[in-house]
Nanobody, 115 residues
Framework: QVRLVQRGGGLVQFGGSLRLSCAAS????????MDWNRQAPGKQRQLVAR???????NYTDSVKGRFTISRDNARNLVFLQMNNLKPEDTGVYYC?????????WGQGTQVTVSS
């Protein structure tokens, strides 16, 4: 059974930092691409950052230079370090993984950036 459990998030002021983590179980973690997604109020969920099995990363343009995705294959963890946060970063953040053509999601965690 695939399970993704998230930690982190909360309320932070403009320019602040937060770190999200996502613990995966039920998968051979090291071979999977892991994603962080964001759903802003009233908007569709969108991909924010991705890290593949080789550690190669990519980001949506709005977070480049401010967010860093990383992984710890020994502990089956993926992280999202978010720096210089802006109000437009507010939303519910979800980690996700695709296994056997099915997408699995974490429970979501709220990030609120006050101006």
């Amino acid at each position: 059974q695939v399970r993704l459990v998230q930690r982190g998030g909360g309320l932070v002021q403009f320019g602040g930092s937060l770190r999200l983590s996502c613990a995966a179980s039920g998968i051979n973690f090291k071979i999977h691409t892991m994603d962080w997604n964001r759903q802003a109020p009233g908007k569709q969920r969108q991909l924010v950052a991705r890290i593949d099995s080789r550690g190669l990363t990519n980001y949506t343009d709005s977070v480049k230079g401010r967010f860093t995705i990383s992984r710890d294959n020994a502990r089956n963890l993926v992280f999202l370090q978010m720096n210089n946060l802006k109000p437009e970063d507010t939303g519910v953040y979800y980690c996700s993984v695709v296994r056997a053509d099915r997408t699995y999601w974490g429970q979501g965690t709220q990030v609120t950036v006050s101006s």
